[in-house]
Nanobody, 122 residues
Framework: VQLQASGEGLVQAGGSLRLSCAASGGSFWTYAMGWFRQAPGKEREFVATISSTRSNINYADSLRGRFTISRDNGKNTVYLEMSNLKPEDTAVYYC????????????????WGQGTLVTVSS
């Protein structure tokens, strides 16, 4: 599975942004998908995950209520809607795919996109 993330942008604090991750070369509808992020000088952290059937969704506690993950299996795409963005949300955001159940651990994911940069100005 190849993953291509898009939606990179510079937004002001309080603004919104939607990231997309298009999958190709595999059975997208069978994969759980996740979003992770890595801020400058920090370790990668979990953002959100969604199961193949959308029945199971999980968020990092600190992001719940501001971020929304969704997927369109007909378009082989997973989305991350981000609202009320804060400067501390500045990071490179990665989408990832795995077979089976959702996971909050990046080490459980097999396929990774190239990352897309989100910059939030104060």
């Amino acid at each position: 599975v190849q993953l291509q993330a898009s939606g990179e942008g510079l937004v002001q604090a309080g603004g919104s942004l939607r990231l997309s991750c298009a999958a190709s070369g595999g059975s997208f509808w069978t994969y759980a998908m996740g979003w992770f992020r890595q801020a400058p000088g920090k370790e990668r952290e979990f953002v959100a995950t969604i199961s193949s059937t959308r029945s199971n969704i999980n968020y990092a506690d600190s992001l719940r209520g501001r971020f929304t993950i969704s997927r369109d299996n007909g378009k082989n795409t997973v989305y991350l809607e981000m609202s009320n963005l804060k400067p501390e949300d500045t990071a490179v955001y990665y989408c990832a795919a795995k077979r089976g159940l959702v996971s909050t651990s990046g080490s459980d994911y097999t396929y990774w996109g190239q990352g897309t940069l989100v910059t939030v100005s104060s």
